[in-house]
């Protein structure tokens, strides 16, 4: 058997909401086998599940909500989560947002890994995908396929010098994840980051925490952390837009141009459609080599 995995002890940071730009203080704590991630407004008492169904907003980030509490800019943090293979937390936040930190999942991967990782007695289970499902909107593509174990492809095409063409295919395991994904960080052009911040958006966003780009370059002066930073932080965000199905993946994704949004609605029409996929125990004996050397890398 594959087990679960939780935090092994709670452990809190302190960041910068991107867009409010308040302080916000983040807590991670254990949870109990089979309750999945569930975030909690500590602040107003509600407790929001990271689920597909949750998802309030998907415009410049992705919001998950009930009623009318919302958490936004979840998806680097439940990006680390997935990639380290915790299939169990509780995220206490302070406000609206999820500290935006550096911009990557890189510290949320280090505050993980400093709570410490424990295996738990219910098995992991999985969803496996039993036929392709797909979403498109003119030259915006993305979808999902059966495969014997988890990989994102995503090509980026942008009207810009260094976005233009720039396709990564990454086959995932917990190294993977850390080592090629985590450090990429967001991104936005120059432009755009004045529009927003005149309209009350992006108000702790800075070279700190974005790769800025104008024209022609990237105005950060340490530059770019991969030569292809921004496509993997498209991966990154992929792939906690993806855990809001509930479950790893075992299956490939195909993106092209796309966000949020479409991410979004993948995963919700993946759901509606019980034929697509099959939940499943992780039984090492009966996986493919693989999904096994994949599951061994993430428990090592």
């Known amino acids: ?45 509600v407790e929001i599940p990271a689920r597909a169904d949750c998802v309030t907003d998907t415009r410049l980030c992705t919001t998950i ?36 930190m550096d911009g990557s999942s890189a510290p949320f991967v280090f505050l993980i890994q400093c709570a410490g990782i424990r295996e738990q007695s219910q098995a992991k289970k999985v969803m496996r995908i039993l036929k392709r499902v797909e ?3 003119g030259d915006k593509r993305c979808a999902l396929y ?10 980026l095409d942008y009207d810009h010098p260094l976005l233009r063409k720039r396709k990564v295919k990454i086959d995932f395991s917990r190294q993977a994840y850390t080592r090629e994904i985590s450090r990429a960080r967001t991104f936005g052009f120059l432009h ?4 927003l911040q005149k309209a009350g958006l992006a108000l702790g966003g800075s070279l700190e925490n974005a790769i800025v780009l104008d024209t022609h370059r990237v105005v950060n002066e ?44 993948l995963v919700m029409t993946l759901l509606a459609d019980p034929s697509s996929y099959r939940i499943e125990e992780l039984q ?11 599951q061994r890398a993430q428990t090592a």
């Not at 059966?146 to 090509?155: C, E, I, K, N, T």
């Not at 992929?238 to 796309?258: K, Q, R």
């Open 192 to 195: 755009e980051v004045e529009a």
């Open 222 to 265: 340490g530059g770019l952390r991969y030569e292809d930073e921004c496509v993997r932080h498209k991966i990154l965000d992929t792939l906690g837009d993806l855990s809001l199905s509930g479950y790893p993946i075992v299956g490939a994704f195909e993106g092209e141009l796309t966000g949020h949004d479409m991410n979004h609605q």
């Open 135 to 137: 979403v498109q909107n």
């Open 65 to 100: 909500g009930q009623g009318k509490a919302n958490i936004s800019t979840v998806e680097h943090l439940l990006s680390a989560l997935a990639g380290l293979g915790v299939d169990n937390a509780r995220i206490e936040v302070s406000g609206p947002e999820v500290p935006i």
């Open 146 to 155: 059966p495969a014997s174990g988890f990989s994102v492809s995503y090509l």
């Open 1 to 45: 058997m594959i087990a679960q995995r939780t935090l092994d002890h709670s452990i809190r940071c302190s960041g910068i909401g991107l867009h409010s730009g308040r302080k916000i203080q983040l807590v991670l704590h254990p949870a109990p086998e089979n309750s999945g991630i569930t975030f909690v407004r500590s602040d107003l008492g």
């Open 284 to 294: 090492a004996e009966k996986e493919s080599s693989a999904v096994i050397a994949a």
